[in-house]
Nanobody, 127 residues
C-alpha cells in the first residue's frame, strides 16, 4: 500500500523559508514522478513543482520559479520542497503526489496524472 506523508508546514513571516518533506512508503521516488500542489482558501488546487523520476528534470509554476526548489533523496525515499522568499499568497495547504512506478512521460503540471496523494500540510505566511 502506497502512503505519502507530508510534514514541515507551519507559520512563517513574509520573506521567510520553510522546507516541506514528503516521505513515501510502498513506492520509491527513484521510479515514480512526484509533484507538489497547493490549495489556497477559496481556490482550486494548483500545480507548484514536480520532478521526473527518469532524468530528474524539474518543473515549476511561474509563481514560484526562482523561489522554490523541488528535490528527492532516494536513500531516504523522501521528496522535499524548499520554499524561500515566501509571500502571503503562498499560504495554502500543500500536497505531495506520486505516479505509478515507471510511468511514461506525462504533463506533470496536471494533477490527474498522479495516482497517489498525501494528506497535506498547512503553510501560512503572515504579512
Amino acid at each position: 500500500q502506497v502512503q505519502l506523508v507530508e510534514s514541515g508546514g507551519g507559520l512563517v513571516q513574509t520573506g521567510g523559508s520553510l522546507r516541506l518533506s514528503c516521505a513515501a512508503s510502498g513506492l520509491t521516488f527513484s521510479t515514480s514522478d512526484m509533484g507538489w500542489f497547493r490549495r489556497a482558501p477559496g481556490k482550486e488546487r494548483e500545480f507548484v513543482a514536480a520532478i521526473r523520476w527518469f532524468g530528474g528534470s524539474t518543473y515549476y509554476a511561474d509563481e514560484v520559479k526562482g523561489r522554490f526548489i523541488v528535490s528527492t533523496d532516494n536513500a531516504k525515499n523522501t521528496a522535499y520542497l524548499q520554499m524561500n522568499s515566501l509571500k502571503p499568497e503562498d499560504t495554502a495547504v500543500y500536497y505531495c503526489a506520486a505516479s505509478h512506478p515507471y510511468g511514461v512521460p506525462t504533463h506533470l503540471e496536471t494533477s490527474g496524472n498522479y495516482n497517489y496523494w498525501g494528506q497535506g500540510t498547512q503553510v501560512t505566511v503572515s504579512s
